[in-house]
């Protein structure tokens, strides 16, 4: 009972800036001490540059503390930026990085249970309550995305449906023989599952009011689009697995930011060049501190996650901080002839184009030493039926429409439905064919 009051009171959502910043200073030297005694790696990294426990005062300090990167975790895989004996370690979560290496979390059994108490926030601010049943296809396994959403379910009370990703006809059944109210999956999951809806006749037939979606970056237009396919509301979540994993931040039903979960994660919005904190609604790096992670607690974790800080206050009443919608991560980033190019960009111009589809990929060449990109398209299948010149005005169109959001010319090849293939996890989006 007392872990549901916890939950639904949002309190600790709703204090004044000042508050948050004593609570948030309080944590914070906790942690620059207990790192500084506990984990070798942040002794050293602090000593190098003769920062001491003593110096961190508050979060006004926290620009003294050294960054942690993904290539730290890469160096200490897999348990080498431990803060409490392998004992009191209850469970490790990764991600596949692209040197075949797992990106590793690990957490002790409060760290599982702080990251239920921040999904179950998360489902709350999406008006969802322990009435609601909550279909999970989310990949389960060593992916937070599952067993995250799964935690925070269950903390939350609602009746869980473990379902993890695949077999689409499946989930359908399901879907519909158990009565969802709330599904969690990646965005272009939910687009697939949604086509496969619309063709068994089954969107009405479901009970689906809200979905909770990320794990990707995706654009307005995108959950636009999936919102009026699927008749429910759809809400963005983030997390990555070095923090905790989803349940970092969350939009609440006026969609406009998501709110992080500061009490328990420090953000900065840092210019990725400088490495100074850029004003609010500027675009930066998010970096987090854990204040609160017993496991693997991390100082200034570069997310390489693009966005800029909104501290106005939300309609919904709640003071925690938002987040823009990511615009993309800097690993996503593509320069094509010297331009920065963000899959978001073209998502949100293809999305804008009465023909085209939701579904896209990017494929990058090098041709004479000059970079081309390709944006291959699903178009409606009328396109394909009609007379050609239709067919070429809507290539010329979207050309055009792409050169102008990112000011590159591109080529475009328009495709029938269901052409490229679809994801039951994170999509891929771009394919980089350039040796670089
Ligand atoms: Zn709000």
Same mark, same amino acid.
């Given at each position: 009972m007392e872990w549901q009051e916890r939950i639904r009171r949002p309190?600790?959502?709703?204090?004044?800036?000042?508050?948050?910043?004593?609570?948030?200073?309080?944590?914070?030297?906790?942690?620059?001490?207990?790192?500084?005694?506990?984990?070798?790696?942040?002794?050293?990294?602090?000593?190098?540059?003769?920062?001491? /426990?003593?110096?961190?005062?508050?979060?006004?300090?926290?620009?003294?503390? /050294?960054?942690?990167?993904?290539?730290?975790?890469?160096?200490?895989?897999?348990?080498?930026?431990?803060?409490?004996?392998?004992?009191?370690?209850?469970?490790?979560?990764?991600?596949?990085?692209?040197?075949?290496?797992?990106?590793?979390?690990?957490? @002790?059994?409060?760290?599982?249970e702080?990251?239920g108490e921040?999904?179950a926030r998360?489902l709350t601010?999406?008006?969802l309550t322990e009435e609601?049943?909550?279909?999970?296809?989310?990949?389960?396994?060593?992916?937070?995305?599952?067993?995250?959403?799964?935690?925070g379910a269950r903390a939350l009370g609602a009746?869980?449906?473990?379902?993890?990703?695949?077999? @689409?006809?499946?989930?359908?059944?399901?879907?519909?023989?158990?009565?969802? @109210?709330?599904?969690?999956?990646?965005?272009?999951?939910?687009?697939?599952?949604?086509?496969?809806?619309?063709?068994?006749?089954?969107?009405?037939?479901?009970?689906?009011?809200?979905?909770?979606?990320?794990?990707?970056?995706? @654009?307005?237009?995108?959950?636009?689009?999936? %919102?009026?396919?699927?008749?429910?509301?759809?809400?963005?979540?983030?997390?990555?697995?070095?923090?905790?994993?989803?349940?970092?931040?969350?939009?609440?039903?006026?969609?406009?930011?998501?709110?992080?979960?500061?009490?328990?994660?420090?953000?900065?919005?840092?210019? /990725?060049?400088?490495? %100074?904190?850029?004003?609010?609604?500027?675009?930066?790096?998010?970096?987090?501190?854990?204040?609160?992670?017993?496991?693997? /607690?991390?100082?200034?974790?570069?997310?390489?996650?693009?966005?800029?800080?909104?501290?106005?206050?939300?309609?919904?009443?709640?003071?925690?901080?938002?987040?823009?919608?990511?615009?993309?991560?800097?690993?996503?980033?593509?320069?094509?002839?010297?331009?920065?190019?963000?899959?978001?960009?073209?998502?949100?111009?293809?999305?804008?184009?009465?023909?085209?589809?939701?579904?896209?990929?990017?494929?990058?060449?090098?041709?004479?030493?000059?970079?081309?990109?390709?944006?291959?398209?699903?178009?409606?299948?009328?396109?394909?039926?009609?007379?050609?010149?239709?067919?070429?005005?809507?290539?010329?169109?979207?050309?055009?429409?792409?050169?102008?959001?990112?000011?590159?010319?591109?080529?475009?090849?328009?495709?029938?439905?269901?052409?490229?293939?679809?994801?039951?996890?994170?999509?891929?989006?771009?394919?980089?064919?350039?040796?670089?």
């Amino acid at each position: 009972m007392e872990w549901q009051e916890r939950i639904r009171r949002p309190e600790i959502e709703c204090m004044s800036r000042d508050e948050m910043l004593t609570l948030q200073s309080e944590r914070l030297v906790k942690q620059v001490a207990n790192v500084y005694e506990h984990v070798p790696f942040y002794n050293r990294k602090m000593k190098e540059i003769g920062v001491e /426990p003593g110096d961190i005062k508050g979060v006004e300090d926290i620009h003294k503390l /050294p960054f942690t990167t993904k290539e730290d975790l890469r160096e200490n895989y897999p348990f080498g930026l431990l803060a409490v004996p392998k004992s009191q370690v209850a469970r490790v979560q990764g991600t596949s990085g692209t040197t075949g290496k797992l990106t590793l979390a690990s957490y @002790t059994k409060h760290d599982t249970e702080i990251w239920g108490e921040c999904v179950a926030r998360a489902l709350t601010m999406a008006g969802l309550t322990e009435e609601d049943i909550i279909h999970v296809c989310y990949g389960y396994g060593l992916f937070t995305g599952g067993l995250g959403l799964d935690f925070g379910a269950r903390a939350l009370g609602a009746l869980t449906i473990p379902m993890s990703a695949g077999n @689409t006809q499946r989930q359908m059944m399901c879907l519909e023989d158990f009565g969802a @109210t709330a599904m969690a999956c990646t965005p272009s999951y939910a687009l697939h599952l949604a086509e496969a809806l619309e063709e068994a006749g089954l969107v009405d037939k479901l009970k689906l009011k809200a979905g909770i979606f990320g794990a990707e970056p995706w @654009t307005v237009e995108m959950q636009k689009e999936i %919102e009026e396919r699927l008749k429910i509301n759809a809400f963005d979540i983030y997390g990555l697995c070095e923090i905790m994993g989803p349940g970092v931040a969350m939009e609440c039903i006026h969609h406009n930011g998501l709110h992080i979960f500061e009490d328990h994660f420090l953000p900065e919005i840092l210019n /990725p060049t400088t490495n %100074e904190a850029v004003k609010d609604g500027d675009t930066g790096e998010l970096v987090f501190t854990t204040l609160t992670k017993e496991a693997m /607690p991390l100082i200034r974790y570069r997310t390489k996650d693009l966005t800029s800080m909104d501290r106005t206050q939300c309609a919904c009443g709640r003071t925690l901080p938002r987040i823009s919608k990511f615009k993309g991560r800097t690993d996503d980033m593509k320069v094509i002839r010297g331009v920065n190019v963000f899959p978001t960009q073209i998502e949100t111009a293809l999305l804008s184009i009465q023909g085209a589809l939701p579904h896209y990929l990017l494929i990058v060449d090098r041709e004479n030493n000059l970079d081309v990109l390709t944006v291959m398209v699903e178009v409606d299948e009328q396109y394909f039926s009609d007379e050609i010149r239709k067919l070429d005005d809507l290539k010329k169109k979207i050309g055009n429409v792409i050169k102008q959001a990112i000011g590159v010319s591109v080529r475009v090849k328009l495709v029938e439905p269901k052409s490229i293939e679809r994801s039951e996890g994170k999509a891929k989006r771009v394919i980089d064919n350039r040796n670089l």
